[in-house]
């Protein structure tokens, strides 16, 4: 599966029925969110649409802040997240009557890439990685020679996730230590695909986004090794499994409206996504890390009990297992 075909609009149809023909029947499945989730649900959908040729699931990558927004408005079914959703999302669904169901996934290694050419950042440190991106380096850090001692004098071209990804959320509190904190300086796309042409086709080239959209543009892109205080670790399904990547590993979710899973379409679909071995299969085929079976399981459970909230309202998550977060209490 290629995800360079990614869309032509900001919502495209990716339910295509056996015979390889777009469906528009009545029964529709609107999902919008995170670019980094897209593959995983873009790979569940055309499975599900195999056996549910009359339902027609559409999904978008208008980013996690931007698929919240239409989620908590009523206006998708479910809301594909690269990052827990936050208090003013969980306010605007609360004031809107939406109630909702946390599901985890699959993991990322959240992915800093160079390009092709690059051959002197093959392991970056946070502390580096923060001198690059933190605001104080707008219009000061512009060149790799000021990044680090040795490294030659050529142009750092930046590109990164905009700032209505969860991708951009999660990186700027892992790297610069406050979310949405960051220089203004940068080539910001909610598109990863755009991302990835960028940085390969700018030789100073820097950005970041999820593994895989790296693992799929090898040939075209390097995947720098990150120093998280243990030495030197490559991003990839077994660092981010073992916890050895650190400290850009992450949960992926997605967020099921409870009155949209009273539909037998929609219900059949998030138990679709939620099949351990459907999932184990088909997040690792798209690149990605697939939770433990039991966790796959636990969700299942949580899905058919309706268990609404978020396990992230409150209390301590960080290093938290996927099994301890979904018995977690939730808040809503």
């Given at each position: 599966?290629?995800?360079?075909?990614?869309?032509?609009?900001?919502i495209a149809a990716v339910a295509i029925n056996a015979l390889g023909a777009t469906t528009y029947a009545a029964d529709r499945i609107a999902i919008d969110g995170s670019s980094t989730v897209f593959p995983i649900t873009e790979a569940m959908a055309e499975e599900f649409q195999k056996a549910h040729g009359d339902v027609h699931v559409t999904a978008g990558i208008a980013g996690t802040g931007g698929g919240f927004e239409k989620f908590c408005r009523g206006e998708i079914a479910i809301s594909d997240a690269s990052r827990p959703i936050e208090e003013d999302e969980r306010?605007?669904?609360?004031?809107?009557?939406?109630?909702?169901?946390?599901?985890?996934?699959?993991?990322?290694?959240?992915?800093?890439?160079?390009?092709?050419?690059?051959?002197?950042?093959?392991?970056?440190?946070?502390?580096?990685?923060?001198?690059?991106?933190?605001?104080?380096?707008?219009?000061?850090?512009?060149?790799?020679?000021?990044?680090?001692?040795?490294?030659?004098?050529?142009?750092?071209?930046?590109?990164?996730?905009?700032?209505?990804?969860?991708?951009?959320?999660?990186?700027?509190?892992?790297?610069?230590?406050?979310?949405?904190?960051?220089?203004?300086?940068?080539?910001?796309?909610?598109?990863?695909?755009?991302?990835?042409?960028?940085?390969?086709?700018?030789?100073?080239?820097?950005?970041?986004?999820?593994?895989?959209?790296?693992?799929?543009?090898?040939?075209?892109?390097?995947?720098?090794?990150?120093?998280?205080?243990?030495?030197?670790?490559?991003?990839?399904?077994?660092?981010?499994?073992?916890?050895?990547?650190?400290?850009?590993?992450?949960?992926?979710?997605?967020?099921?409206?409870?009155?949209?899973?009273?539909?037998?379409?929609?219900?059949?679909?998030?138990?679709?996504?939620?099949?351990?071995?459907?999932?184990?299969?088909?997040?690792?085929?798209?690149?990605?890390?697939?939770?433990?079976?039991?966790?796959?399981?636990?969700?299942?459970?949580?899905?058919?009990?309706?268990?609404?909230?978020?396990?992230?309202?409150?209390?301590?998550?960080?290093?938290?297992?996927?099994?301890?977060?979904?018995?977690?209490?939730?808040?809503?």
């Amino acid at each position: 599966m290629s995800h360079r075909r990614i869309l032509v609009g900001p919502i495209a149809a990716v339910a295509i029925n056996a015979l390889g023909a777009t469906t528009y029947a009545a029964d529709r499945i609107a999902i919008d969110g995170s670019s980094t989730v897209f593959p995983i649900t873009e790979a569940m959908a055309e499975e599900f649409q195999k056996a549910h040729g009359d339902v027609h699931v559409t999904a978008g990558i208008a980013g996690t802040g931007g698929g919240f927004e239409k989620f908590c408005r009523g206006e998708i079914a479910i809301s594909d997240a690269s990052r827990p959703i936050e208090e003013d999302e969980r306010a605007m669904c609360q004031k809107n009557g939406i109630d909702y169901i946390e599901l985890p996934v699959a993991l990322d290694a959240l992915t800093v890439v160079v390009n092709a050419q690059n051959n002197w950042a093959q392991c970056m440190t946070i502390a580096a990685l923060k001198k690059i991106w933190e605001p104080a380096a707008q219009g000061k850090i512009t060149n790799w020679s000021q990044v680090r001692q040795g490294w030659p004098d050529e142009q750092l071209v930046l590109y990164g996730p905009g700032a209505d990804s969860g991708t951009f959320d999660y990186f700027t509190e892992a790297v610069v230590g406050e979310e949405g904190a960051i220089r203004g300086d940068f080539n910001p796309s909610e598109d990863d695909n755009v991302l990835v042409q960028g940085v390969s086709r700018t030789p100073g080239a820097l950005g970041y986004f999820g593994l895989a959209y790296s693992t799929e543009n090898k040939d075209i892109l390097k995947a720098v090794a990150i120093d998280g205080g243990n030495g030197c670790v490559k991003p990839s399904v077994a660092t981010a499994k073992s916890g050895e990547y650190q400290p850009l590993s992450r949960p992926l979710f997605i967020y099921v409206s409870k009155t949209a899973a009273e539909k037998a379409y929609v219900r059949e679909f998030a138990e679709f996504y939620l099949n351990a071995k459907r999932a184990s299969k088909l997040v690792a085929q798209v690149g990605y890390v697939p939770l433990p079976t039991n966790a796959y399981q636990m969700a299942m459970q949580n899905f058919t009990h309706r268990e609404l909230g978020t396990a992230f309202a409150s209390g301590e998550t960080v290093g938290m297992s996927i099994e301890d977060l979904l018995k977690k209490e939730k808040v809503h």
